[in-house]
């Protein structure tokens, strides 16, 4: 099906499955060359993350939480994805600083002078990643999965899916940890402490808030919030053709541990032992 339009090419060490139109037609190393400025943050994860819910925290902070503008686009073209054609990169390179940019693609993928810019690393357990993926590749058209939920984890295992392997992709930006023009931040801390973490990006971006402001963005970036804001839960794709309707929103669920409710106890046992041998680096997931 069309997860077949994606490949694996290397990358300064790094494989990845990437989606093949972007190194055909040249979209790859255009974003390598893109001209990072210092106000400029990109917005990085393996698909399913949270990547949407930094992209609105990041660009509230960017735009001095101009809440107003916020809703008059949607986030597509306030936050554009590198790697996508739309808006695109044309749209990108006429931006004006600060762009606040989305990338699934993994840390040696992305443009050559990203450390003269900020990014943001958002990472989430790879058991709730992979069940919210599923219920995304069955809803996004251009994806259409049609297998069973133990169809899509087998894929997930066997480092298939797009943007995959989920833990070379972490692993690739981990690595950079100490670079002081990344930060690392977890769905699961956001779920948990949101004030806490929404600071944290504030200090980090050095636009810090006073408490008054951050209670705002947490009130806005709540997932109940979000779910209802159509500024950023992409209900227009219905009408673009991008989603089946009878499968699940973008924004489905919005939980820690959704994945007891798809995965099996005898199945847990055996994919918990596969994260451990996965799992080099000992990221501390949160399930
Ligand atoms: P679920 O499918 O588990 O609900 P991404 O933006 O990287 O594609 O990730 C989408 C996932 O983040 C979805 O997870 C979506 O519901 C969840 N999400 C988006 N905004 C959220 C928010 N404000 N709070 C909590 N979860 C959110």
Same mark, same amino acid.
């Given at each position: 099906g069309a997860l077949c339009l994606y490949e694996k090419p290397e990358m300064n060490g790094a494989k990845v499955v990437v989606p093949v139109s972007i190194l055909k037609d040249g979209t790859i190393k255009r974003i390598q060359s893109l001209k990072v400025t210092k106000d400029d943050v990109i917005v990085a994860s393996f698909p399913k993350a949270g990547t949407t819910w930094v992209q609105e925290i990041v660009y509230l902070l960017q735009t001095g939480l101009d809440f107003e503008k916020a809703g008059e686009k949607v986030l597509e073209t306030r936050s554009p994805f590198l790697e996508y054609p739309y808006p695109g990169l044309d749209f990108v390179e006429k931006m004006s600083s600060p762009r606040v940019m989305k990338t699934h693609l993994p840390y040696d993928f992305l443009p050559s002078n990203c450390g003269d810019g900020k990014i943001i690393y958002v990472t989430r357990n790879p058991k709730d990643v992979v069940v919210s993926y599923y219920h995304f590749a069955k809803m996004f058209t251009p994806l259409s999965f049609a297998g069973s939920f133990e169809d899509f984890l087998e894929k997930f295992e066997k480092n298939e899916l797009p943007y995959g392997p989920f833990f070379d992709h972490i692993e690739s930006y981990v690595r950079h +940890?100490?670079?002081?023009?990344l930060l690392i931040v977890t769905y699961e801390e956001l779920s948990k402490d949101p004030r806490d973490v929404i600071k944290k990006i504030a200090a980090f971006l050095e636009k810090p808030l006073d408490e008054e402001d951050v209670q705002k963005v947490v009130m806005h970036t709540s997932f109940e919030s979000m779910k209802k804001n159509s500024a950023v839960n992409y209900e227009h794709w219905d009408d673009l053709g991008? +989603?089946?309707?009878n499968e699940s929103k973008f924004m489905r669920k919005g939980k820690i541990g959704d994945w007891r409710n798809f995965i099996a106890p005898d199945k847990n046992k055996a994919l918990d032992e596969w994260i451990s041998e996965q799992n080099k680096i000992k990221f501390p997931f949160v399930y």
């Open positions: +940890r100490e670079d002081s023009n991008f +989603r089946n309707k």
